[in-house]
Nanobody
Framework: VQLQASGGGLVQPGGSLRLSCAAS????????MGWFRQAPGKEREGVSC???????YYRDSVKGRFTISRDDAKNTMYLQMNSLKPEDTAAYYC????????????????????WGQGTQVTVSS
């Protein structure tokens, strides 16, 4: 079971990035999934999560700017990040858990069975 995150990079404020999380070794059909981030000196936090049936959760600071999606046929999850701000700078991690959970509660708990490696997002001029 592996999750592979990619798509991070250096972008100017106001720019966009799209993160991808590809799963291998298992099918995502029955997994809740999410994006989490951790900035230096801070705790890991839930950014956006998506349930098996497509229900979504966004933390307040990214609402209207980020969009989470999943393509179960490709076993991949995405995070489209627009209007990026310096405070979005962090290592971004994807995670997945098998089962059905209230998506907001699962995302805020930052407690998942499977984690990918981080991909760094740096927003700076």
């Amino acid at each position: 079971v592996q999750l592979q995150a990619s798509g991070g990079g250096l972008v100017q404020p106001g720019g966009s990035l799209r993160l991808s999380c590809a799963a291998s070794g298992f099918s995502l059909d029955y997994y809740v999934m999410g994006w989490f981030r951790q900035a230096p000196g801070k705790e890991r936090e839930g950014v956006s999560c998506i349930s098996v049936n497509g229900s979504t959760y966004y933390r307040d600071s990214v609402k209207g700017r980020f969009t989470i999606s999943r393509d179960d046929a490709k076993n991949t999850m995405y995070l489209q990040m627009n209007s990026l701000k310096p405070e979005d700078t962090a290592a971004y991690y994807c995670a997945a858990d098998e089962g059905v959970y209230p998506i907001g509660s699962w995302c805020r708990a930052v407690d998942s069975d499977y984690w990918g490696q981080g991909t760094q997002v740096t927003v700076s001029s």
